[in-house]
């Protein structure tokens, strides 16, 4: 599953119209409501403020809109854009200022999905994945090097506790949980202990080629 970086601004001028695509991570359908009503009302004397979001795990939630341009011609270009990328919690406005000139049906679906896809290519996609969570034990004496060991693996630490040891937790890319307690068993000589803790979700940044590390 993936969603846009950040949210953010990018601006495309085509035979004189200009095309603002402004771009909005949303959890829900409300919140995509929500972006859209603060991008008309700030752009209330645009020409159009053409709209497209996807919410949801699965994207099953996709509304878009063509605010006046020709049935067609706007949203739906900007929907398949996100769709596309396979972007879901992504809301996208692009205010489109008229400059005299018309674009014909192909022109706009072009603008449209131009502005949205340059949007997109400026704030940057980020993959989240699923990740299977381990705790690695560790007395004072090995924990600094330890945890030096773990944040230049491939793996993520994801939270450190002091308490009577060093409690840290790591989420565990492309290894299995059994292959990395052996790991770490080898490391520290089997003096920390590893404890399967779950799942949890963490954001990777996609690279330029659609492809995350």
């Given at each position: 599953?993936?969603?846009?970086?950040?949210?953010?601004?990018?601006?495309?001028?085509?035979?004189?119209?200009?095309?603002?695509?402004?771009?909005?991570?949303?959890?829900?359908?409300?919140?995509?409501?929500?972006?859209?009503?603060?991008?008309?009302?700030?752009?209330?004397?645009?020409?159009?403020?053409?709209?497209?979001?996807?919410?949801?795990?699965?994207?099953?939630?996709?509304?878009?809109?063509?605010d006046g341009e020709p049935a067609g011609t706007a949203g739906v270009?900007?929907?398949?854009?996100?769709?596309?990328?396979?972007?879901?919690?992504?809301?996208?406005?692009?205010?489109?200022?008229?400059?005299?000139?018309?674009?014909?049906?192909?022109?706009?679906?072009?603008?449209?999905?131009?502005?949205?896809?340059?949007?997109?290519?400026?704030?940057?996609?980020?993959?989240?994945?699923?990740?299977?969570?381990?705790?690695?034990?560790?007395?004072?004496?090995?924990?600094?090097?330890?945890?030096?060991?773990?944040?230049?693996?491939?793996?993520?630490?994801?939270?450190?506790?002091?308490?009577?040891?060093?409690?840290?937790?790591?989420?565990?890319?492309?290894?299995?949980?059994a292959d990395f307690t052996a790991w770490v068993a080898e490391i520290t000589a089997g003096q920390a202990l590893c404890e399967l803790?779950?799942?949890?979700?963490?954001?990777?940044?996609?690279?330029?080629?659609?492809?995350?590390?």
């Open positions: 599953m993936r969603t846009i970086r950040r949210g953010g601004e990018h601006q495309i001028e085509i035979k004189k119209s200009r095309f603002i695509c402004a771009l909005a991570r949303v959890s829900s359908e409300d919140e995509a409501r929500e972006f859209i009503a603060e991008r008309r009302k700030l752009h209330w004397n645009a020409t159009h403020n053409c709209t497209a979001y996807i919410v949801g795990e699965d994207g099953r939630i996709q509304r878009s809109s063509d270009p900007m929907l398949e854009v996100l769709r596309h990328r396979g972007l879901t919690d992504t809301a996208a406005v692009v205010t489109r200022y008229f400059g005299g000139i018309k674009l014909g049906a192909g022109g706009l679906i072009r603008a449209y999905g131009s502005a949205v896809a340059a949007a997109i290519d400026e704030v940057g996609i980020l993959e989240r994945r699923s990740l299977p969570v381990v705790t690695v034990l560790a007395d004072y004496q090995q924990a600094g090097r330890l945890e030096s060991d773990l944040r230049e693996s491939p793996h993520r630490v994801v939270d450190v506790r002091y308490g009577a040891d060093v409690e840290i937790d790591v989420a565990l890319y492309g290894t299995d949980p803790q779950g799942k949890t979700t963490v954001e990777v940044e996609v690279g330029a080629d659609g492809t995350a590390p």
